[in-house]
């Protein structure tokens, strides 16, 4: 087993998780196999309670797991599935302790964090290095050193060097080197410092990745080097990407990152083929035309809420070479008319839960339709244009869903059956991958090319079976469906250029070499539409 820990130091935030990745991305690259760990040191079980401003979006893996944004960053950098267990937090290690104590399994001893909680992080650690069969097992550790959180599983991660020794194991520490408009000079005292913590723990870095606006000096290196006891290839430049994170990996390997790792390692030390991914970056670098697409949603504050829909459009940039820009819309003031939907070529309308802003929702819906824009909408905005079909088509004005209004009198969009009688948030939505069966005359069927696909979900509420055959014979297809034919996956709009909607979530599964199929088709409409529309 050959372990590689990232952690980070001087403020959260700093792209661990892109460093992360990057570096699995270019070890991979040399043809190793490679998995991946993210720790989260918060008490939460997982992150599926909570609000997206608190770490961004909630990721879905395929087995149902609800997870931290930065798998959905491993996922996509490396294109493999990960599951739950690669997903480690304070609230599992814990509950995971606390049951076996209650069964006696301790034999009486007073349970304590060393070891008890310590061999528990330990033990899953190792499980997932082993039933993976990595070459390499990248474990980040979330937050920042120093943190009361983060230390048992520092302690725990320290024990793990020990036992590997040296050769088969290897920290990286995640810096901020801060610019002072005032001197203009690149600072290292925060870097020594948050050295200077982690060594306390007993962790000695073996790379430094210093995050800066700008690529460090050759002087700034060699001062990192003096004062933090690392050579000064081990000292890594991070700037900020010029148009995407994925340029990163590449810019590790400048730097002969890989050959680095390679020798501390002791692995093989070929180069890496990063032929495809620069193919990749170079297509987002060089776009031959550009669209401007709305996400209309209710967390654009924090644009990491809605991660994967801004990595499927990139994924889709790419491929088509046209510069997709997003014009974030708050739903709460669109209904408000505060904001407004002119000069869009192609309207999103993500998930999401609560009322807040749904009427906005429901109000970006109509415009799309009514004005034939491109349309696409997720989870929850697959349950609005429904709604917002159901009021202005059907003719009920009073059409909602029962999370909003259990009392209407028209519930297009209900509680799915088998959620009746739950009282837990955590963990049981309508989660994972799970089979779709799409029409063949379908424009569906034409961007995904197959009859049967798996796609990511995340809900509790769907279209009331009842209202089926009256909305479809107003001109609304459901064109995918579950095996039981009674769960609407997708719909379609019949005489409109593109509008169309899914219960699942296509992004979560978007790759930067096969993006999101939803998300492309979206993107295609909406240079088709500006095409037409100008003159």
Not at 62 to 73: A, F, I, K, R, Y
Not at 460 to 488: A, L, P, Q
Request: with cysteine; hydrophobic share 35%.
């Amino acid at each position: 087993m050959k372990l590689i820990v990232v952690t980070g130091g001087v403020i959260s935030g700093l792209g661990k998780g892109i460093t992360t990745s990057s570096i699995a991305k270019i070890l991979q690259q040399k043809g190793l196999k490679v998995n991946v760990i993210k720790i989260d040191p918060y008490i939460n079980y997982d992150a599926g309670t909570m609000n997206p401003y608190q770490h961004g979006e909630v990721f879905v893996l395929d087995d149902g797991t609800e997870v931290d944004l930065d798998l959905g960053n491993y996922e996509r950098f490396l294109d493999i599935p990960l599951n739950g267990e690669n997903n480690i937090t304070t609230g599992k290690v814990y509950k995971t302790v606390i049951e076996r104590e209650r069964k006696g399994e301790y034999l009486g001893k007073t349970v304590q964090i060393i070891p008890h909680i310590t061999d528990e992080i330990k033990r899953r650690i190792y499980r997932v290095a082993k039933g993976s069969g990595a070459d390499v097992v990248l474990v980040e550790v979330g937050g920042t050193v120093g943190d009361i959180e983060s230390m048992p599983f520092l302690e725990a991660l320290r024990q793990i060097g020990r036992e590997l020794g040296e050769g088969n194991r290897l920290f990286v520490h995640t810096t901020l080197v801060p610019i002072l408009d005032v001197v203009g000079e690149q600072k290292t005292k925060p870097t020594q410092h948050s050295v200077k913590e982690l060594r306390a723990i007993g962790i000695s870095p073996d790379i430094i990745v210093g995050r800066c606006k700008v690529p460090l000096t050759q002087e700034t290196k060699e001062k990192i080097s003096n004062f933090c006891d690392v050579p000064v290839e081990a000292v890594i430049s991070a700037p900020d990407a010029k148009t995407s994170v994925y340029e990163v990996p590449m810019l590790f390997e400048e730097q002969n990152l890989s050959e680095y790792i390679s020798k501390k390692l002791k692995i093989d030390g070929r180069k890496p083929d990063l032929v495809k991914w620069k193919e990749f970056v170079e297509r987002l670098e060089n776009p031959d035309d550009e669209v401007t697409i709305g996400v209309v949603g209710k967390y654009v504050n924090l644009k990491d809420s809605y991660l994967s829909h801004k990595e499927a459009f990139i994924h889709s940039s790419a491929f088509l070479k046209v510069r997709i820009n997003i014009k974030w819309i708050d739903s709460e003031n669109l209904e408000n008319g505060r904001e407004d939907l002119r000069g869009l070529h192609g309207i999103l309308i993500p998930g999401g839960f609560g009322v807040r802003g749904t009427e906005g929702k429901i109000k970006a819906a109509k415009y799309a339709r009514e004005n034939k824009i491109p349309f696409l909408g997720i989870c929850l905005g697959f349950q609005m244009a429904v709604v917002e079909f159901a009021r202005n088509v059907l003719g009920y004005e009073d059409a909602n869903s029962t999370e909003f209004f259990p009392d209407t009198k028209h519930p297009v969009i209900d509680l799915l059956p088998e959620q009746r009688g739950v009282n837990e948030l955590g963990g049981t939505m309508r989660l994972g991958s799970q089979k779709v069966l799409i029409n063949e005359d379908s424009k569906a069927y034409k961007l995904y090319g197959e009859r049967i696909i798996y796609e990511r979900h995340r809900h509790r509420y769907e279209v009331n079976e009842s209202y089926i055959n009256e909305i479809e014979s107003h001109g609304m297809r459901f064109t995918g469906k579950d095996e039981t034919g009674r769960k609407m996956e997708i719909f379609e709009l019949e005489d409109h250029p593109f509008y169309m909607a899914s219960q699942f979530h296509p992004e979560f599964k978007s790759r930067p070499l096969k993006p999101s199929r939803l998300h492309l088709g979206l993107a295609m409409a909406a240079l088709e539409y500006k095409r037409s529309h100008t003159y």
